[in-house]
């Protein structure tokens, strides 16, 4: 399997209540996180479990959580909670 296609599957599942504390938490730590997502998100149904994925980028182990629904877009917007705190569309 092509890593590109490995990328698109989900790597776990979190409860709404772990999605949301840890989107808060990182809005808190990271500077522009918050206003970017207030601009760039809508916010997201509501659902008892959300996927995590694995962070694309290299070298990096965070996990992509799911932030809300990309504005414009047919896609959720997810954030990564390691260390290259970057943002994507799943």
Same mark, same amino acid.
């Not at 092509?2 to 409860?15: A, D, F, L």
């Given at each position: 399997?092509?890593?590109?296609? +490995?990328?698109? *599957?989900? *790597?776990?599942?979190?409860? &709404?209540a @772990?999605?949301?504390?840890?989107?808060?938490?990182?809005?808190?730590?990271? $500077?522009?996180?918050?206003?970017?997502?207030?601009? &760039?998100?809508s916010?997201? $149904? @509501?659902? $008892?479990?959300?996927?995590? *994925?694995?962070?694309?980028?290299? +070298?990096?182990?965070?996990?992509? %959580?799911? @932030?809300g629904? @990309? %504005?414009?877009? %047919?896609a959720? *917007?997810?954030? /990564?909670?390691?260390? /290259?705190?970057?943002?994507?569309?799943?």
């Open positions: 399997m092509t890593s590109n296609v +490995g990328q698109n *599957y989900p *790597y776990s599942s979190e409860t &709404e @772990a999605r949301a504390a840890t989107i808060a938490r990182l809005s808190a730590e990271r $500077d522009g996180l918050a206003a970017t997502l207030a601009t &760039e998100t916010p997201v $149904d @509501a659902s $008892d479990r959300w996927w995590v *994925y694995k962070c694309p980028t290299l +070298g990096c182990a965070g996990l992509l %959580h799911v @932030a629904f @990309a %504005h414009d877009l %047919h959720v *917007y997810v954030v /990564c909670d390691g260390t /290259c705190g970057k943002t994507f569309l799943r």
